[in-house]
């Protein structure tokens, strides 16, 4: 996972956390989460592992938040410096993190389809159940307004609740057809939400209304003439496209979309009107792990790569370029080089939402392949009678 805010970068997976500011001479922020102490005896789960689930920025930059699959949650503040200021014991494993927008709280929503807060300055404050879903929740956003909670789950449904009543359902985004994977608040774009989803579509909606804007099929975005197939791998037939991650940049104009095995990121923009438009692909030469912008014109792309794991690609002379690296980015390079170990393990590169997906039972096929059998043998058994009969009046 790979998340940028107010010049602070984050690199997290398996066990390990790597954090710093983007332009300092400071020395990165290593965090080993096997360091963290486990559940009591008697409440250990025997599957429980060291790894990193979901992690998120507060808006301010000034907290950062993560949990893993022991179902902890662990507050770091990054402001002087990184520290960690609490970890706090979930009752079930994390599927997405968010902040309240005033980072006074922090949102986590589970695999059950319960969203809980935590106080941020209480920090041995138990968490509060704000709402629930019937299905697994895969992402969650809160509304910069303060007043929505917004969720998206296996189910192909978008919820927007009120926070201070979250019983009071004011919208549902409805239109997907397979699993809601992620969901987006651009900057600057008043009561916009994006949407990613396991049918290959990026949707744009007026989330208080639940009207659908846009549906853009990513696999209608062209890949450049020059782009040969052999050298960044074969794209997914058009039932794949699966989306798992969306990034859009400080000022909310720029969106950049990842598509489960796919060698590349999808950009587009996002106009006045508002109108998804000039859709990009940028070929790479590997599958990104994650990508995040620094701003409208630098995009941040974590690799799977031990060599050269973090790269930075910039819009210039008209295209999208990885640039030179320099010494802070040779310096964050060796720092997660020197964690590989522990990172390498989470790095999942298609193939994610293989268990999302719902099977199809065609049972009318196997109801007429049976009906027919039946009326095979009944007229079998008939046949068998007119013979019988033939011979006994013949004997006759």
């Given at each position: 996972m790979l998340h940028l805010r107010c010049g602070l970068l984050a690199v997290a997976g398996g066990s390990r956390l790597v954090a710093g500011r983007i332009r300092s001479d400071e020395p990165f922020f290593v965090f080993d989460f096997g360091s963290l102490e486990r559940r009591p005896p008697g409440r250990q789960d025997p599957s429980d592992q060291?790894?990193?689930l979901a992690a998120a920025f507060s808006s301010s930059g000034e907290y950062f938040a993560l949990t893993d699959e022991n179902k902890r949650l662990v507050l770091f503040k990054t402001s002087p410096s990184w520290e960690k200021i609490s970890v706090r014991w979930l009752s079930r494993r994390c599927t997405a993190l968010a902040f309240s927008p005033c980072d006074s709280r922090v949102l986590v929503a589970d695999k059950s389809g319960d969203v809980f807060s935590f106080s941020v300055k209480a920090a041995q404050e138990d968490g509060r159940l704000e709402l629930g879903h019937l299905s697994m929740l895969l992402d969650l956003v809160a509304a910069l307004d303060g007043r929505h909670i917004i969720t998206c789950d296996r189910d192909e449904k978008i919820r927007v609740s009120l926070?201070?009543?979250?019983?009071?359902i004011t919208a549902f985004c409805l239109g997907h057809t397979?699993?809601?994977s992620q969901l987006v608040l651009p900057a600057g774009r008043e009561k916009l939400l994006l949407s990613g989803s396991g049918d290959g579509t990026l949707r744009l909606w007026r989330y208080e209304t639940g009207q659908e804007l846009q549906n853009c099929r990513i696999s209608s975005i062209p890949r450049p003439e020059n782009d040969q197939e052999d050298k960044v791998g074969p794209i997914p037939p058009s039932l794949g496209f699966a989306v798992f991650r969306i990034r859009c940049c400080p000022r909310g104009e720029k969106v950049a979309v990842l598509c489960d095995g796919v060698h590349g990121i999808y950009l587009l923009?996002?106009?006045?009107?508002?109108?998804?438009?000039?859709?990009?692909?940028?070929?790479?030469?590997?599958?990104?792990?994650?990508?995040?912008?620094?701003?409208?014109?630098?995009?941040?792309?974590?690799?799977?790569i031990k060599e050269n794991p973090i790269e930075l690609l910039q819009y210039r002379e008209q295209r999208w370029q990885p640039v030179p690296r320099d010494d802070r980015m040779k310096e964050l390079s060796e720092v997660i080089r020197g964690s590989w170990e522990q990172m390498e393990g989470s790095v999942v590169l298609e193939n994610r939402f293989s268990a999302l997906y719902k099977a199809v039972f065609d049972n009318m096929a196997s109801y007429l392949q049976?009906?027919?059998?039946?009326?095979?043998?009944?007229?079998?058994?008939?046949?068998?009678?007119?013979?019988?009969?033939?011979?006994?009046?013949?004997?006759?």
């Amino acid at each position: 996972m790979l998340h940028l805010r107010c010049g602070l970068l984050a690199v997290a997976g398996g066990s390990r956390l790597v954090a710093g500011r983007i332009r300092s001479d400071e020395p990165f922020f290593v965090f080993d989460f096997g360091s963290l102490e486990r559940r009591p005896p008697g409440r250990q789960d025997p599957s429980d592992q060291e790894k990193i689930l979901a992690a998120a920025f507060s808006s301010s930059g000034e907290y950062f938040a993560l949990t893993d699959e022991n179902k902890r949650l662990v507050l770091f503040k990054t402001s002087p410096s990184w520290e960690k200021i609490s970890v706090r014991w979930l009752s079930r494993r994390c599927t997405a993190l968010a902040f309240s927008p005033c980072d006074s709280r922090v949102l986590v929503a589970d695999k059950s389809g319960d969203v809980f807060s935590f106080s941020v300055k209480a920090a041995q404050e138990d968490g509060r159940l704000e709402l629930g879903h019937l299905s697994m929740l895969l992402d969650l956003v809160a509304a910069l307004d303060g007043r929505h909670i917004i969720t998206c789950d296996r189910d192909e449904k978008i919820r927007v609740s009120l926070w201070g009543a979250p019983h009071v359902i004011t919208a549902f985004c409805l239109g997907h057809t397979e699993f809601v994977s992620q969901l987006v608040l651009p900057a600057g774009r008043e009561k916009l939400l994006l949407s990613g989803s396991g049918d290959g579509t990026l949707r744009l909606w007026r989330y208080e209304t639940g009207q659908e804007l846009q549906n853009c099929r990513i696999s209608s975005i062209p890949r450049p003439e020059n782009d040969q197939e052999d050298k960044v791998g074969p794209i997914p037939p058009s039932l794949g496209f699966a989306v798992f991650r969306i990034r859009c940049c400080p000022r909310g104009e720029k969106v950049a979309v990842l598509c489960d095995g796919v060698h590349g990121i999808y950009l587009l923009s996002i106009s006045d009107s508002p109108r998804l438009f000039q859709p990009l692909y940028v070929a790479l030469p590997y599958v990104p792990v994650d990508v995040d912008f620094e701003d409208s014109t630098s995009l941040w792309v974590f690799s799977a790569i031990k060599e050269n794991p973090i790269e930075l690609l910039q819009y210039r002379e008209q295209r999208w370029q990885p640039v030179p690296r320099d010494d802070r980015m040779k310096e964050l390079s060796e720092v997660i080089r020197g964690s590989w170990e522990q990172m390498e393990g989470s790095v999942v590169l298609e193939n994610r939402f293989s268990a999302l997906y719902k099977a199809v039972f065609d049972n009318m096929a196997s109801y007429l392949q049976k009906k027919e059998a039946r009326i095979q043998t009944e007229k079998r058994k008939f046949s068998n009678g007119q013979e019988g009969s033939t011979a006994k009046i013949q004997k006759a």
